[in-house]
């Protein structure tokens, strides 16, 4: 395995985990295999020097996500343009962009973490908090303003990032795209169809 310069041999060891678990899976995957591809003796037990066990190292695997959308709401709040149109295609962006960078630990999410409810439950409340109620705070505000129209903000955030997060998970899981469509092909359906749902006010 070739790895970054300067990685500690826990970085190591999460790299080579998160890569394992998103190509055989969680459970095919051993103790001995996770240390071998993070350059450590298969049978030396090293992993146990940094993590206390196999599912320990699944956690911090999927806090690196966690840590992603912590950093992504931050971006959101204090980068998104003001003007609605600019401000979906900053959300767009940002969105993919993240998930690509995480996709081997979202493959782990939606592939693994139905076998540790307790995990999947504490992922979920991050997802819900940074993700869905971020965007549905966002759409309130912006109501209050009078940029937009919206009804139901937590609804309508629901149902604006189901089909923006569909695009990446599809191609994470299958290896194909809604339709097999491009990236800008369905990223500016996607932002067509977000203006006519919000119902811009004219200014």
């Not at 956690?59 to 609605?84: I, N, Y």
């Not at 439950?121 to 819900?128: F, I, N, S, T, Y």
Request: glycine content about 6%.
């Amino acid at each position: 395995m070739v790895t970054a310069p300067f990685q500690t041999p826990r970085e190591r060891l999460l790299v080579a985990a998160a890569g394992l678990f998103a190509s055989q899976g969680y459970r095919a995957t051993s103790v001995a295999d996770i240390q071998l591809t993070a350059g450590l003796t298969g049978g030396s037990g090293a992993l146990y020097k940094h993590f206390a066990s196999k599912k320990a190292l699944l956690a911090e695997v999927v806090g690196t996500h966690v840590a992603t959308m912590r950093q992504g709401r931050k971006s959101f709040t204090e980068a998104a343009p003001e003007q609605l149109e600019p401000a979906l295609r900053f959300l767009v962006n940002a969105m993919w962009t993240a998930m690509h960078h995480d996709h081997q630990v979202l493959r782990v999410m939606l592939r693994d973490l139905d076998r540790f409810p307790e995990l999947l439950d504490q992922v979920w409340a991050q997802v819900r908090t940074c993700v869905y109620d971020e965007l549905a705070t966002w759409l309130r505000n912006q109501h209050d303003r009078g940029t937009i129209e919206v009804a139901d903000p937590e609804a309508t955030a629901a149902v604006l990032l189901a089909s923006l997060t569909y695009y990446p998970i599809l191609d994470i899981l299958i290896g194909h795209t809604p339709g097999d469509l491009e990236p800008a092909r369905y990223a500016e359906a996607w932002v067509s169809q977000a203006l006519a749902a919000l119902r811009p006010t004219p200014r």
